[in-house]
């Protein structure tokens, strides 16, 4: 999806949907291959094969692993520990809107498939969803964690200056629902992979969230990973 990026900043901005993004993973996959509400806690492994564990108690075993669990990767945490993982000053608040409680000149406003509002140290995503739902994120630098109950208002203070619908929309926020995110940073590694796990993505490398990075180094590694398995005998 393109997305209409304003005011700030005057570049290009692009999202996906979540939803969308599996359902078209699933139609390229065997039925049953891909499994959710699973979570994972651990591997195992031995000179064949390796084992993957989850919280239902189930396992997998394959040949190898690829760990693309993202920032908070359990998989790297476990083959090489994170101690160099640093947490850096950003903090991003994402919530869903209901569309009905908002007025008709703010929806209309909302016609583009994503708004992205970037802002020195400052980010505003905001995506229509299905079933009449807004998702939001709001990212902004911080001295430590927010109280969840003070949220709202830092950020009706951090954005009161910046475009519609933004000031709108968080007019709209309950600030129970408001789920905080703290980002991640890491030295640029080498170490991607380790007897049969290989890290790709976030997982490997987290970096901060503007101007594409995160999506575009995702793409880049798993690019990466397809090519050298494709030249494999």
Request: proline share 6%; net charge negative.
């Amino acid at each position: 999806r393109t997305g209409k990026n304003h005011q700030y900043g005057g570049l290009p901005s692009s999202s996906h949907s979540c939803p969308t993004l599996l359902e078209i993973i699933k139609s390229k996959l065997k039925p049953d291959t891909l499994k959710g509400n699973a979570d994972f806690i651990s591997f195992t492994q031995n000179e064949r094969q390796i084992q993957a564990h989850f919280i239902d108690g189930t396992s997998e075993t394959h040949a190898f692993m690829i760990g693309a669990d993202g920032e908070s990767s359990r998989v790297r945490l476990q083959m090489l520990g994170d101690l160099d993982i640093k947490e850096d000053e950003l903090v991003t608040w994402e919530s869903i809107v209901e569309a009905n409680t908002l007025d008709e000149a703010t929806l209309a406003k909302m016609e583009e498939p994503c708004l992205d509002f970037v802002g020195p140290g400052q980010r505003v995503a905001i995506l229509p969803m299905k079933e009449g739902k807004i998702g939001v994120a709001f990212t902004l630098k911080t001295q430590g964690m927010i109280d969840p109950r003070q949220a709202k208002e830092q950020l009706q203070a951090a954005f009161a200056d910046w475009p519609e619908p933004v000031s709108a929309v968080i007019d709209k926020l309950w600030p129970a629902q408001l789920i905080p995110r703290a980002h991640k940073d890491r030295e640029l590694s080498k170490q991607m992979f380790r007897d049969r796990v290989i890290l790709v993505g976030q997982a490997a490398q987290p970096v901060m969230p503007f101007l594409g990075m995160e999506d575009s180094f995702e793409i880049e590694s798993a690019v990466t990973l397809v090519n050298q398995l494709n030249e494999q005998p």
